[in-house]
């Protein structure tokens, strides 16, 4: 539990130093293409990373084998599985090239709805995605070495690197006197490029399995990871339904100005998510080796410890976000699309809700045995799209998208929740005592205690300020973790938690 704190800690400051960095570089893309133009770049990143179930897929693959060829302490596994998963990830990379250069090029040139006189500038700008998926594709793989083996500081550092060059990238718009979007698609690719190449260099100095040589053939191991990539490609690519398919449906049914607040919606919602995404990086290399050696009373109380988690951590971030997301946006963009507002909040609510399952599909996938669990899981994840398409197209407003993927997300937590109770052996009734109830105590008093501050932020006007607006912000900012800590953890939990507040705060004061 104590490596897991750590490890949560590195990645909780990575990923507050990549939000910010992030949602700057947002700032910036926005004011230098415009709001359509950036909504436009969204669309053609859907496109290019409609495959990135593949890339996903392979990840889950190499993190899962090699974190259980380490809990096992077989060195002859961690290498088999090591070269397996990376001639399928060369192998994968290939693919997307071949089926984004057909299919996807043809999508571009023909199905998307662009004017006629940017159609050069979004082709060029997709070539560039292209590359970039391709190169994003092998830098997973390596990344998923580095979580296997908990080695959270590189895996942090790889990350803040991407996200500083992004941002070089977007800042390059205005030094150039070319098309803003080829401009940002070309240095997207050189990040990714770097990047890629910095990992596999790192990788191969640092773990012993990645260390340059021939790439050993082993049938047994390709056949027993194919039968588990197999499904586990079903359920990504139903992912990539919920997600870039309804972008893409969105860019078809609506006009710029809707596209422009789903890319919003979708890049605020991805910031927040990741909060509890990088928590569960630190936790599925724990859940996975405890599995692999047997230790099953753990795994489930790692379980029911991270989905609480999970959970907390992006409520910390998405509650006041949501009561403050007006002037934030206002200050942030600047002028913002008036549907942005609703998207973002409904968005916010649906990540809430799957951050709560994270834990629930690392533990399914520790047991290796994911046909059921895919196939469950991967047609609910298409029946959303295919629900999203039919109210679109009788009429029913943009945001109804939302809606039909928060209520089908609810039925999915359940639905893992069952199959996780078969498979590993977690106790429903367990699952709601120690995760789902605090976090009702805590979702319920916060949510109370905030909109009664929001009423005397904004009676005062957001940029007054007076005794009652400072004690209403104080109160949205500090409800969620101040709950969290008296409702929300046990009393070990605290225990914890103080201990490592402490070891943070000695080592800041020793240095």
């Not at 190499?62 to 070269?83: K, P, V």
């Not at 998307?112 to 997973?140: H, K, P, W």
């Not at 991805?270 to 909060?275: C, G, K, L, P, S």
């Amino acid at each position: 539990m104590n490596r897991v704190a750590k490890n949560t800690t590195i990645l909780f400051v990575r990923q507050v130093v990549l939000a910010i960095i992030g949602l700057y570089t947002i700032r910036v893309l926005v004011r230098e293409l415009g709001i359509v133009d950036f909504g436009l770049m969204n669309v053609v990143l859907s496109v290019a990373l409609l495959l990135s179930f593949v890339t996903n897929s392979i990840g889950m693959l190499t993190q899962r084998y090699l974190a259980f060829a380490i809990g096992e302490n077989s060195f002859a596994n961690l290498r088999r599985f090591h070269d397996t998963c990376f001639f399928l990830t060369l192998a994968s990379a290939a693919f997307i090239f071949v089926i984004l250069q057909t299919g996807g090029n043809w999508f571009v040139s023909d199905g998307l709805v662009v004017e006629f006189s940017r159609q050069d500038e979004v082709e060029a700008l997709f070539q560039f995605f292209v590359l970039s998926t391709v190169c994003g594709a092998i830098a997973m793989f390596h990344a998923s070495v580095m979580l296997a083996h908990e080695d959270m500081f590189a895996f942090a550092f790889f990350a803040f690197l991407t996200t500083l060059f992004r941002l070089g990238a977007a800042l390059s718009i205005s030094a150039f006197n070319q098309d803003g979007l080829v401009i940002y698609g070309f240095f997207f690719f050189l990040a990714t490029l770097s990047v890629m190449l910095a990992q596999w260099i790192y990788c191969v100095f640092k773990y012993d399995e990645c260390k340059l040589r021939g790439l050993s053939s082993d049938t047994q191991a390709m056949r027993e990871m194919l039968g588990f990539l197999t499904w586990t490609l079903f359920g990504q690519f139903t992912t990539v339904c919920r997600t870039q398919a309804i972008t893409l449906l969105i860019n078809q049914a609506f006009n710029p100005t809707t596209v422009a607040a789903r890319a919003l919606a979708f890049t605020i919602q991805a910031q927040v998510q990741t909060f509890s995404q990088n928590f569960i990086a630190a936790l599925n290399p724990p859940i996975t080796k405890s599995f692999a050696s047997g230790a099953y009373e753990q795994t489930r109380a790692l379980v029911y410890m991270g989905s609480k988690a999970a959970f907390f951590l992006a409520w910390i971030v998405t509650l006041p976000l949501i009561a403050l997301l007006r002037p934030v946006l206002s200050i942030w963009i600047g002028d913002y699309p008036p549907e942005a507002l609703l998207f973002t909040r409904l968005a916010l609510i649906e990540s809430l809700i799957v951050s709560a399952s994270f834990p629930l599909m690392t533990a399914v996938r520790a047991a290796g045995k994911v046909r059921t669990y895919e196939l469950v899981l991967g047609s609910l994840q298409v029946l959303i799209f295919l629900l999203s398409w039919l109210l679109v197209s009788t009429g029913f407003p943009a945001y109804s998208v939302y809606v039909v993927a928060i209520l089908m997300n609810i039925l999915m937590l359940f639905v893992r929740l069952t199959i996780a109770s078969r498979m590993v052996g977690l106790s429903v009734w367990a699952f709601f005592d120690r995760a789902l109830m605090p976090i009702f105590k805590v979702v319920t008093s916060s949510s109370i205690i905030v909109i009664s501050a929001s009423a005397l932020v904004f009676e005062a006007g957001f940029t007054t300020i007076s005794l009652g607006s400072v004690v209403g912000l104080l109160a949205i900012l500090g409800a969620a973790p101040t709950l969290i800590y008296c409702f929300g953890l046990t009393s070990g939990e605290r225990a914890q938690l103080k201990i490592l507040l402490r070891s943070i705060l000695a080592k800041r004061a020793a240095k």
